[in-house]
């Protein structure tokens, strides 16, 4: 049973998916989008509040991101998968605002390791005050989401510790690449299941944990949790080459400049072993991250978006949501089982 929630103002984070007219549809699937949409408006009321610094410096630094947007994904799973329990009670309101305070934390550090420029449309933090404030914004956050999940008690604690390992862990692996019997592709893979994966997938185990539903409801919805946010990022990579900055809130090709590796250009190296064009194309691309003034990036990016490794990439993002999908199986039909089967399809049709 869901706890009623009083709506003070409409949240704008189930509006910028399309949650509430493509995931819930009949009149009780609304009703309960009603719970989760006042849900998000307390979490969002919450967050404010737990990232409030007394430092002039830190209050400023710290709601920076907040204020420039995002999706609230990780907070809305928690939100939905409490319904197969209790509903949204006090715990599982704190668990989403832990979830969502450790995701931003680590979008600051993950600028400054990407010397990125952009983020949700501004100016990522290091670009405004430099590397040391941004990652030390970070430091605060996850400190203050240490704080939250503390209160939970050792499970959430343990949840939240194994969590942050994954996210140091695929950071790290990022960084140094594969070794040299690792197969890139696969590499690249379960990085994005350790950076990405393992907190959508414990902020869908959270929503289970504190609102008493069945513990054998915890592996389903966390297989799914990582599965989706694998396929969540593969969206991304296509995004990355996206011409409409002002819909994605990044200039095309942001992690290629960045030295990120993507899928697509992962697949073109495999291509270009034994494919003349490929071969050409990766060289191209290469020569202008190279170039000083990278004048002609903006049309390799192009071809790059406009080749057949951009289109497998998608599919393959299709392939990890069939597969969250299928993870669910053991959940009761009703409103949760198909709510979280339509948002696996938002996710990886997204555009942005």
Excluded: C
Excluded at 78 to 103: F, K, M, W
Excluded at 165 to 191: I, K, T, W
Excluded at 192 to 201: E, F, H, P, Q
Excluded at 260 to 266: A, K, M, Y
Aim: hydrophobic share 45%; aromatic share 4%.
């Amino acid at each position: 049973m869901t706890r009623a929630v009083p709506v003070t103002r409409r949240s704008k984070a189930l509006s910028q998916i399309g949650l509430t007219e493509r995931i819930f549809t009949s009149a009780e699937d609304r009703a309960t989008a009603a719970a989760i949409d006042a849900g998000l408006t307390e979490v969002e009321e919450g967050i404010l509040r737990e990232v409030a610094f007394t430092d002039v410096v830190a209050n400023v630094t710290s709601r920076y991101l907040l204020s420039a947007g995002g999706k609230r994904v990780r907070p809305m799973l928690t939100l939905l998968t409490a319904q197969l329990g209790d509903g949204i009670v006090p715990d599982v309101l704190t668990a989403a605002q832990a979830v969502e305070i450790t995701h931003l934390a680590s979008l600051y550090h993950d600028d400054v390791m990407d010397d990125a420029e952009q983020r949700r449309g501004v100016p990522t933090a290091q670009a405004v005050w430099g590397n040391s404030v941004a990652i030390l914004t970070g430091d605060l956050l996850f400190a203050r989401a240490s704080k939250l999940v503390a209160v939970l008690g050792e499970r959430a604690i343990r949840l939240q510790a194994g969590t942050f390992e994954r996210l140091v862990l695929g950071q790290l692996h990022e960084a140094v690449g594969p070794q040299p019997d690792e197969d890139p592709v696969e590499h690249y893979l379960g990085v994005l299941a350790d950076k990405t994966g393992s907190l959508i997938a414990a902020a869908a185990q959270l929503g289970v944990f504190f609102s008493n539903a069945p513990r054998e409801y915890e592996e389903p919805v966390m297989l799914f949790g990582e599965r989706i946010g694998v396929a969540f990022q593969l969206v991304d990579d296509v995004l990355d080459l996206s011409p409409r900055a002002e819909e994605t809130g990044k200039v095309a090709g942001t992690d290629l400049r960045a030295g990120v590796p993507t899928l697509p250009l992962l697949y073109l190296r495999r291509q270009a072993r034994t494919d003349t064009d490929a071969a050409a194309l990766l060289q191209r691309i290469e020569a202008d991250l190279a170039s000083p003034d990278g004048a002609d990036l903006p049309r390799a990016i192009e071809a790059l978006r406009e080749h057949e490794v951009t289109s497998i990439t998608l599919a393959e993002s299709h392939r990890w949501a069939e597969e969250a999908v299928a993870a669910l199986a053991p959940l009761p039909d009703g409103t949760v089982k198909r709510a979280l089967t339509r948002f696996a399809d938002v996710m990886v049709e997204r555009t942005s």
